[in-house]
């Protein structure tokens, strides 16, 4: 069992920056795999982010790259988000994502990650 807990998400203006965290309780080892996700009202659940433990292999959704980069420190159990340049559109709640077990790539999909956290509010605006 995996317990994710997030903070950091606040209300900032187009252009700001943000950096979300995510504690993990639980046994997560090099190999495994976390995510970020979001979902803005009205619309389905999307993966932001992902990074496979120890590796430090990422994967990034296209509109976010060059802008979010996500890391994880394995002395703290914490995954993080940076949020840079930040537009209206990034305006959703986010959540922190986890599998157990050896994955040579982490990918986006919902269906992969059966722990979750409650998800922290990050709202953009103009």
């Known amino acids: 069992q995996v317990q994710l807990v997030e903070s950091g998400g606040d209300s900032v203006q187009a252009g700001g920056s943000l950096k979300l965290s995510c504690v993990a309780s639980?046994?997560?080892?090099?190999?495994?795999?976390m995510a970020w996700f979001r979902q803005a009202p009205g619309k389905q659940r999307e993966g932001v982010a992902t990074?496979?433990?120890?590796?430090?292999?990422?994967y990034y959704y296209e509109s976010v790259k060059g802008r979010f980069t996500i890391s994880h420190d394995s002395l703290k159990d914490t995954l993080y988000l940076q949020m840079n340049s930040l537009k209206t559109e990034d305006t959703a709640m986010y959540y922190c994502?986890?599998?157990?077990?050896?994955?040579?790539?982490?990918?986006?999909?919902?269906?992969?990650?059966?722990?979750w956290g409650q998800g922290t509010q990050v709202t953009v605006s103009s």
């Open positions: 994502a986890a599998r157990q077990g050896y994955a040579r790539f982490c990918g986006p999909e919902l269906g992969d990650y059966p722990y």
């Open positions: 639980g046994r997560m080892y090099s190999g495994f795999c």
């Open positions: 990074i496979r433990i120890g590796a430090e292999d990422t």
